[in-house]
């Protein structure tokens, strides 16, 4: 009920067999505002999710993040069957909106810069790199 248009499945071609493509985040969202006030959010206007203690920071393009009162923990399985990458344990970030994947400062880590007007840089756990890499075709 939270989330529509959950039934898209394209496939992406490689090599001889079909794999699943990344699916492009797309359907709506019902975010908990407050007790008795919920907002939709279209998916594709969502450039990241962030855990914020128990509550989630939704942002879009719009100057405020929303937020939602519910745990991240909550959100992820109605987003990531939808597209959304986990990119580390506070994170999970719509791939549509990755500008970047680069290599921290350090040499060792890796980040996403995010597109504008967000131009936020997000950092990439190590259990995540493999997810990360395979959803945008390596």
Avoid at 14 to 26: K, V
Avoid at 30 to 59: I, N, S, Y
Avoid at 85 to 92: G, P, Q
Wanted: hydrophobic content about 40%.
């Amino acid at each position: 009920r939270q989330l529509i248009d959950q039934n898209r499945q394209p496939m992406r071609k490689t090599g001889n067999s079909a794999s699943p493509a990344l699916l492009s985040p797309t359907g709506r969202l019902l975010l908990h505002l407050a007790p008795g006030l919920r907002q939709v959010v279209d998916l594709e206007d969502v450039f990241f999710v962030e855990a914020v203690g128990d509550d989630t920071r939704v942002r879009t393009r719009a100057a405020r993040a929303l937020r939602d009162v519910r745990p991240l923990k909550e959100i992820e399985p109605l987003l990531v069957p939808r597209g959304f990458l986990r990119a580390h344990r506070d994170y999970l970030v719509n791939p549509d909106r990755v500008r970047q994947v680069r290599r921290r400062s350090t040499g060792e880590d890796w980040e996403l810069k995010l597109h504008p007007p967000v131009n936020r840089v997000l950092p990439v756990s190590r259990s995540a790199l493999a997810t990360l890499w395979s959803a945008f075709g390596e």
